[in-house]
């Protein structure tokens, strides 16, 4: 295995051994030797960052050529006895990275376990290893750690370009290079590695599952359930059995029963329920296409949304914040979580697949009471715009008002043709007065962000009944404002339970600053671990698992695909 890519041992060592002897001969240490040959190749490949070994091409990391520029070329990893003390615990984590969902791959493992290879033999054999050799395997052990720390911390690719316009990241920025400086120096190459790892208990619940659902691959997996009339605890259907096996596999069934044979017993029935939850399906106990869809899905489909998962928690900042609003948008729901703890959490409401409601974090600075209702460019132009101009009475009766750009006052509707008018040069912002019509609702929360969304109240309190919240145009509706507003105003004096129904039922807008701002994250995870250790799994409702498992698995070694032409969009409503 080591020497699949090698020339045959006997010529390889002549020739090896004959460079050695005349290198050796020349009188110049090891390690210089070593550093003339890194600073050629390194000199070879800074036009296009891609280092040739054999038939391999790698693509080298861009802080490399710093990192040897600032150590004279000096090899990092092989010292003038030729041995080399980092290397053994290093290799050990290399051959773990795919417990983040990793490809060790990525990291040249085989290539750098082929070169170590060949040194061990040219030991046995009392010849010198070739310094040029030695210096291929000095670079691809720099590379290795500089791109495995780049990912650990920032991730393997960028979602502002992979999702480009709907997402907005600030990675954690490091400097691996000094890291892997300081790491050499003080023995600390494992433990730097160790402390890169995202320090979520989100993320390590989740990588715990992805080696428990690799495992279940290992094993088989599990078979489809076949489709059938629906199925409802006490009946009796020859898929029971099948439909049994597959909830003990993934842990939903805790006790297998041997021998229960064709009937939907009570603890067949309450495992689906748990399945359902688990998949964001109404828990009904019955067995019906949607479940059995759920069901059928691969193990292998699993592992890679766990994995995609994953990524997505390496673009997160390193503190969340004590206290934060988190929305998962692909769950639809909301959660306010203190000190590690979920306080509060509501169903929400999302933007459509047509209007997205973007991926990104800020503060929650105020929240607006009563609010106007600003109506967007799009829905003025496909929505408003036609209404208005088949009646112009429906302004008055929908308490809509056109409000100058330049005074900042009422603008007469008779004084505007309408016919004529487009929403590029309407004069004025048209806007719904407070009230129990406005789709705003009567409260707002602001964190002023380059997409013009925020969370609002609603006046069309049935789309929370729904299981597919997807109705909004990129803001995020929430079922319990008030709740929200009185949390995060109840240590703001004069903002007592009378106070805040007296400003909801107002007719003009209040601001009311916070005190102490709130991180706000909007995210996309369609799979995690529940605060009772479950997995979750939910659908991907904008298409961006499939974005970005394409960048992870079609990209490898590089962080510059892109999913499409996108652009910023402003939602607002």
């Known amino acids: 295995m080591a ?47 891609r280092l040739q070994i054999g038939e391999r091409e790698f693509v080298l ?12 070329h000096r090899p990092a990893w092989v010292d003038d006895r030729g041995s080399m003390p980092h290397v053994t615990p290093f290799l050990d984590v290399l051959r773990t990275a795919h417990q983040d969902g990793f490809a060790p791959s990525d990291y040249h493992l085989a290539e750098i376990e082929d070169l170590l290879q060949l040194k061990v033999d040219h030991l046995r054999y009392e010849i010198i290893f070739d310094p040029q050799r030695a210096a291929q395997l000095d670079l691809l052990l720099s590379d290795a750690f500089l791109k495995q720390a780049e990912h650990l911390t920032s991730g393997r690719v960028d979602p502002n370009i992979v999702h480009k316009g ?32 995202p320090p979520y208990r989100g993320y390590l619940l989740l990588r715990d599952n992805l080696a428990r659902y690799r495992k279940i691959a290992e094993q088989g997996g599990w078979s489809p359930v076949p489709d059938g009339p629906l199925l409802r605890s006490g009946d009796e259907d020859p898929r029971v059995g099948g439909l049994r096996r597959r909830l003990w596999i993934e842990g939903d069934l805790v006790d297998y029963p041997l021998g229960a044979g064709s009937h939907f017993d009570e603890a067949t029935a309450a495992a689906l329920a748990r399945f ?31 994995e995609v998962n994953l990524e997505r928690w390496r673009w ?37 697949a047509y209007r997205e409601t973007p991926v990104f974090s800020d503060h929650l600075t105020y929240l607006e009471f009563a609010p106007y ?64 019509w406005n789709p705003l609702g009567r409260v707002k929360f602001m964190f002023p962000n380059d997409f013009d969304v925020y969370l609002h109240d609603t006046p069309n309190r049935y789309q929370f009944e729904a299981g597919k919240r997807s109705f909004s145009s990129g803001c995020i509706r929430i079922e319990r404002p008030l709740d929200l507003a009185q949390y995060l105003l109840e240590n703001q004096k004069g903002w007592d339970c009378d106070a805040l129904l007296n400003a909801v039922g107002a007719s003009f807008p209040q601001k009311v600053m916070l005190k102490s701002p709130i991180p706000v994250h909007l995210l996309y995870w369609t799979a995690w671990v529940d605060g009772r250790g479950a997995v979750q799994f939910r659908s991907d409702l904008y298409g961006r698992d499939a974005q970005l498992e394409t960048a992870l698995y079609d990209a490898s070694d590089n962080k510059s695909l892109a999913s499409g032409p996108k652009t910023l969009e402003k939602h607002g409503g």
């Open 316 to 352: 997160l900042p390193k503190d969340l914040g004590e206290r934060y609003i988190l929305v998962n948008i692909a769950d639809f729901r909301l959660f306010v979580v203190e000190k590690g703890r979920t306080v509060m959490t509501m169903p929400v409401v999302v933007g459509t």
């Open 166 to 197: 709907q997402w907005q990241a600030r990675p954690r920025v490091t400097d691996v290079g000094k890291i892997l400086s300081f790491s050499l120096e003080n023995g600390r190459i494992v433990q730097a590695l160790v402390d890169m790892i």
């Open 3 to 49: 020497h699949r890519k090698l020339i045959p041992m006997f010529a390889l060592l002549l020739v090896f051994g004959i460079l050695s002897v005349s290198n050796h001969t020349s009188g110049e240490p090891l390690s210089h030797q070593v550093g003339t040959q890194i600073g050629r190749l390194l000199e070879e490949t800074a036009a296009d960052l």
């Open 276 to 306: 359902q939850k688990r998949h964001g399906l109404a828990p009904d106990r019955v067995l019906g296409p949607k479940t059995i869809e759920e069901l059928n899905i691969p193990v292998e489909k699993r592992i890679r949304q766990i």
């Open 61 to 72: 990391h861009e802080s490399l050529y710093a990192f040897y520029r600032e150590r004279g």
């Open 373 to 436: 209702w600003g109506v967007p460019p799009t829905i003025l132009r496909e929505d408003k715009l036609p209404k208005i101009r088949r009646d112009i009475k429906y302004l008055d009766e929908h308490h809509f008002e056109v409000i100058s750009w330049q005074t900042g006052k009422p603008i007469a509707p008779e004084s505007i043709d309408w016919h004529q008018t487009s929403e590029e040069d309407l004069p004025g912002l048209l806007r719904q007065k407070p009230g129990p």
